[in-house]
């Protein structure tokens, strides 16, 4: 019998090892991947220079869809916590990942599963279209099947990236 054992680090001290809390908005810098925690899931944008944060507004505010968006960082937090993602390297700089990120200003393409705001914000980092929420969750729920779901979503990421201008 193939046993496949897939290890997704979940655990709070290796989520603090990818992640740094701030508590002084004026530490933040251009291209800083922002991670907020809500309930069940984690909101990420962009922070792109005088208090404000570009990101996918759909479920940002409740379960409504909604497009990418400028907001200030208030708005953004609604009242939660931030941390900022970090990265061993980043594909882009600060310049590059603010223009990537508003090149995709307006786009209304946003799904839980294969398009959010996390998706976005790895994307004009890194160019991955990728979210280890989902990946966790679906992985949970359906095992090695969700898993590869949750990558296969990466094809709807090249879709995406066709229709943004090639930034």
């Known amino acids: 019998m193939l046993q496949v054992v897939i290890s997704l680090k979940t655990n709070a001290s290796q989520m603090s090892k990818r992640s ?5 908005p004026a530490d933040l810098a251009i291209g800083d991947h922002l991670v907020s925690k809500r309930k069940l899931y ?13 990101h996918y507004s759909g479920l940002a505010q409740g379960l409504q869809s909604g497009p990418v968006v400028i907001s200030d960082l208030k708005e953004f937090l609604c009242g ?4 900022l993602r970090k990265y061993d390297s980043k594909k882009f700089t600060p310049t590059e990942i ?3 990120a508003l ?6 393409l946003y799904h839980p599963l294969f398009n959010n705001c996390e998706h976005f914000a790895e994307w004009c980092v890194c160019k991955r279209h990728t979210s280890r ?3 966790v969750l679906l ?6 099947p969700g898993y590869i779901i949750s990558k296969t979503g990466s094809r709807f990421a090249k879709f995406i990236s066709k229709t943004n201008k090639g930034t």
């Open 133 to 135: 929420q989902v990946d």
């Open 42 to 54: 984690t909101h990420h944008g962009i922070y792109i220079g005088d208090n404000r944060v570009i």
């Open 103 to 108: 090149n995709r200003l307006g786009e209304s």
């Open 20 to 24: 740094v809390s701030l508590n002084n």
């Open 80 to 83: 939660h916590t931030y941390q």
């Open 98 to 100: 603010r223009a990537r």
């Open 139 to 144: 992985t949970m729920v359906a095992g090695l």
